[in-house]
């Protein structure tokens, strides 16, 4: 559902009012509109990672391209199944 900017805004700033005032004891998040501080759990990204397989940008996905990658130095090559994989193996990317 699309909503105008502003009123994002405006709810996020509400909601940090209450957190602020409240300070409710079971609320895990301190700040409005951030995830900060806290990490899934290894079950949780687990299922994320699971419910991923097939979609575009998957390491599983139908259509990844296999990149072959080569050192000019030592003039040896690794193919991998993916750009992601390959990415992930030379620590490139986030």
């Known amino acids: 559902m699309w909503r105008p900017r502003f009123q994002e805004k405006t709810t996020q700033a ?3 009012f209450y957190i602020d005032l409240l ?3 079971y609320n895990l998040l301190q ?3 951030s995830r900060f501080g806290t990490k899934h759990s290894d079950e949780t990204r687990k299922k994320m990672s699971l419910s991923q397989i097939g979609h575009k940008g998957s390491i599983n996905h139908p ?3 296999k990149i072959m990658v080569t050192d000019l130095e030592t ?3 690794v193919c991998y199944n993916s750009l992601n994989l390959a990415a992930s193996a030379l620590n490139y990317g986030a």
């Open 75 to 77: 003039n040896s090559s």
């Open 63 to 65: 259509k990844a391209k």
């Open 31 to 33: 700040v409005a509109g």
């Open 14 to 16: 509400r909601e940090q």
């Open 23 to 25: 300070r409710p004891k």
